[in-house]
Antibody, heavy 127, light 113 residues
């Protein structure tokens, strides 16, 4: 059974960098059949996709956050990480890591639905 | 970005009755080459992460009870719970994966009447 677990500080000061790590267990993050994503959810609001990383190290980001986001992977630790810089109160949210199923069509891989999620971690941006 | 709009925002249904949640995308999520609709449905219970229920608009995820079904094509989709159980109280989200960024609906809160 695949499990994902987010970790990192629950409180970040404005203008600083939010850093989170997702540890994957029960399966290898290097499997070529999946992508690894970060998604956030402000209290009482809808889900917002932040970005994803491929096992090759390639990344995609939400254009709304692209200038502030870095996602990296450490296959030796079976982890991937999120950095979001220059945070403001608007970045306060529950942050989830999730596995995205890869669909192969016409020799290309495409990201589809999210089949496993971490429990989420609340990050508050406040001085 | 493709905008996903769900209706209603909240819904109260009696136990054993049918619940229907709608989702409309701002552009078609049907890929004509493979005739697949790039749409998923999730259930989120209080304090928990979302759980995948339906993918490709109508394929049920393993382990999901068969009272949950998805239908629709193009821009209009429906999640139906045929006979509401107490454990189905949750917020339900649709999500498109036709284009990046993947986007979610605003959610529909389902309660017991």
């Amino acid at each position: 059974q695949v499990q994902l677990q987010e970790s990192g500080p629950g409180l970040v000061k404005p203008s600083q960098t939010l850093s989170l790590t997702c540890t994957v267990s029960g399966g290898s993050i290097s499997s070529g059949s999946y992508y690894w994503s970060w998604i956030r959810q402000p209290a009482g609001k809808e889900l917002e996709w932040i970005g994803r990383i491929y096992t090759s190290g390639g990344t995609n980001f939400n254009p709304s956050l692209k200038s502030r986001v870095t996602i990296s992977v450490d296959t030796s630790k079976n982890q991937f990480s999120l950095k979001l810089n220059s945070v403001t109160a608007a970045d306060t949210a529950v942050y989830y890591c999730a596995r995205e199923i890869q669909y192969y069509y016409e020799s290309s891989g495409y990201a589809t639905s999210f089949d496993y999620w971490g429990q989420g971690t609340l990050v508050t941006v406040s001085s | 970005d493709i905008v996903m709009t769900q209706s209603p925002d909240s819904l109260a249904v009696s136990l054993g009755e049918r619940a229907t949640i709608n989702c409309k995308s701002s552009e078609s999520v049907l890929y004509s080459s493979n005739n697949k609709n790039y749409l998923a449905w999730y259930q989120q219970k209080a304090g928990q992460p979302p759980k995948l229920l339906i993918y490709w608009a109508s394929s049920r995820e393993s382990g999901v009870p068969d009272r949950f079904s998805g239908s629709g094509s193009g821009t209009d989709f429906t999640l139906t719970i045929s006979s509401l159980q107490a454990e189905d109280v949750a917020v339900y989200y649709c999500q498109q994966y036709f284009s990046t960024p993947p986007t979610f609906g605003q959610g529909t809160k389902l309660e017991i009447k």
